[in-house]
């Protein structure tokens, strides 16, 4: 499912208690709702302006360096920690006319809100709401599983993607190994090959990120919640684990490929030299034969011409056949 909000939408902003959706809120009243005891705001905006952003910094009392990474983009995977406030960058990704297209989410989390600001391409996370307000058990710990399913979220939309170009592969070493390649499948898989280490190298500081929740002592992180940490670690070690086992089916199509043509060409070779060497035979007799010199041997022969013929037929039909039986023709 993917989106199309314009820059500076403000998605959704809405305030839980005990795990369910109390209201909406205003921007401007989303720090008096976090403040509220058992209250939490989860606050969602789309390619904010810096305006925007200045503003939830000062509802929420935001690190103005977070702030600033949020609103220029651009930061590789990441977990920080300023004073009470947890800063998360994740990359999303999403297959675009079979390339694959890169944004940006970053989540500010602290006691009583949680703030995702996207940037770039992504699926929509309204999925994500849902989910979590169908879970009232879950969502009653809070920002801690906001966090947790946002991130399980971008990271199992890896997955439809690597699905989508491993399938591709598979054709492609369907093809392959039956002909050479063509010049717009030797881009193609150069273009696989660029998109699978781009995503290997969005996917890989994932799980750094995933430790780091999951052992560090978080005030707004709850130990209950801490395995659920684990289990995104262990989807993003899946997803670098298929992201390798793919570069390498890559490159065994492309080698065995080439390898296949190589071996093609050698067979081609083959069979010209050796039909080369069989029109040799009648070449050079002919040739001999064919200079003006009026003595040569058996040239008045009443029988010359035939027998010419008949050594030229012994000899090509010996050698196609030696040729035949070494499997040069």
Not at 47 to 64: D, M, S, W
Not at 211 to 230: A, G
Not at 266 to 285: E, F, S, Y
Request: aromatic letters at 10%; a negative charge; proline letters at 4%.
């Amino acid at each position: 499912m993917t989106d199309s909000f314009a820059p500076g939408t403000v998605i959704a902003s809405a305030a839980y208690t005990q795990g369910r959706r109390v209201a909406d809120v205003p921007l401007a009243e989303a720090g008096a709702w976090a403040g509220r005891d058992g209250h939490f705001v989860w606050l969602g905006l789309y390619e904010p302006t810096e305006t925007q952003l200045l503003e939830v910094k000062r509802q929420f009392n935001l690190h103005e360096l977070a702030v600033e990474d949020a609103l220029h983009a651009h930061q590789r995977p990441k977990v920080e920690v300023y004073g009470d406030c947890v800063f998360i960058v994740l990359r999303t990704a999403r297959l675009e006319d079979g390339r694959v297209s890169f944004g940006e989410t970053h989540i500010f989390a602290g006691q009583g809100y949680v703030v995702t600001v996207r940037h770039g391409a992504s699926s929509s996370y309204l999925p994500v709401r849902a989910r979590c307000e169908s879970a009232p058990k879950l969502l009653r710990h809070g920002e801690d599983f906001v966090v947790y399913a946002v991130m399980d979220y971008v990271v199992d939309c890896y997955f439809p993607i690597l699905d989508q170009l491993e399938a591709e592969v598979e054709d492609l070493e369907a093809v392959l190994l039956l002909r050479p390649p063509l010049e717009n499948e030797v881009e193609r898989i150069h273009q696989l090959r660029r998109d699978l280490e781009r995503l290997r190298r969005v996917a890989s500081p994932l799980l750094d990120v995933c430790s780091r929740l999951e052992r560090f002592d978080l005030s707004i992180i709850d130990d209950e919640i801490r395995p659920y940490y684990r289990d995104v670690q262990d989807h993003v070690i899946r997803v670098n684990e298929a992201i390798g086992s793919l570069r390498e089916l890559l490159s065994f199509v492309f080698e065995s490929s080439m390898m296949l043509a190589s071996s093609r060409q050698n067979d081609v070779t083959r069979k010209l030299a050796a039909w080369a060497a069989i029109l040799a035979v009648p070449t050079a007799i002919a040739g001999i034969y064919g200079m003006n010199f009026d003595h040569m041997p058996e040239l008045h022969w009443r029988y010359g011409y035939p027998t010419a013929l008949a050594v030229i037929a012994v000899v090509c039909i010996t050698l196609y056949r030696r040729f035949k039986r070494t499997g040069w023709l």
